[in-house]
């Protein structure tokens, strides 16, 4: 398992490394609105990184940030609230979980139903164009899509497994961890080291990711940032 100082500060990585979903300078970047809320500095020691970063937040609007080091607020900005994750590395192969056959490709056709699952168990920040951010799968059940995973955060060597969420009346089922092995395989599969995001508290989650093969990397700090 290698990483690089990308894994430390993704965010700022991933908008970098995706120029047409973001949103600002040199200095401190975000993503489109309709894209995903997370936005990050260049530099969190640097008064003129942290005074770009609120000129990108509007009145009444929030952002996300998520690393590693300790997170800067930058003056006229507050927050909101602040938590702790883990972020985890594959340290194996990932094989794709036997009984794959009903998993589908989702894109620009799915959208609506994409936003509506993820509006309902909160996978964490998902918006109406955050499909665009990579590759999504999902199943459908008489028609209704009641499971998905994809891809977020991508930068040089890694890319981020994301957006799984599982509709409650088909939890149990084993459907985020086929799911997410599907999404991994593939990452992997093009020679990117695949990782994820996890609360801490989560302990079901980081359970269900250490039996696929990830590993607990590193502690993240996220917070939530306004006017």
């Keep these: 398992m290698t990483t690089t100082p990308s894994f430390d500060r993704p965010v700022w990585a991933s908008l970098t490394s995706q120029p047409t979903l973001a949103e600002g300078g040199d200095l401190a970047k975000r993503y489109r609105r ?31 940030v998520l690393q590693v080091p300790p997170i800067a607020v930058p ?7 602040r ?7 594959a340290g194996r192969p990932v094989a794709a979980e036997p009984g794959t056959d009903d998993v589908v490709e ?8 994409m936003l509506a699952l993820a509006q309902l168990t909160e996978p964490g920040p ?53 799911l ?23 302990q079901a989650a980081i359970a269900l990711y250490e039996s696929l093969g990830f590993e607990i990397r590193t502690e993240v700090q996220v917070a939530v940032l306004g006017r």
Excluded: K
Aim: glycine content about 12%.
């Design 34 to 64: 309709d894209v995903n809320l997370f936005a990050s500095t260049r530099d969190d020691g640097d008064d003129a990184s942290l005074a770009a970063l609120a000129a990108l937040v509007a009145d009444g609007e929030t952002v996300f």
């Design 75 to 81: 003056p006229g900005l507050q927050a909101l609230r």
């Design 106 to 113: 989702l894109g620009e056709a799915d959208a609506a139903d």
């Design 180 to 202: 997410s092995s599907v999404v991994a395989h593939a990452i992997q599969q093009r020679g990117d080291q695949p990782f994820l995001h996890a609360w801490t508290t989560n």
């Design 126 to 178: 998902f918006l109406s164009r955050t499909h665009v951010m990579g590759r999504f799968v999902g199943v459908r059940r008489g028609g209704a899509l009641v499971a998905m995973a994809g891809e977020r955060m991508r930068f040089a060597g890694g890319t981020e497994v994301s957006g799984v969420c599982v509709h409650p009346d088909y939890r149990g089922r084993g459907l985020a961890r086929r």
């Design 83 to 89: 938590a702790q994750g883990v972020q985890m590395l």
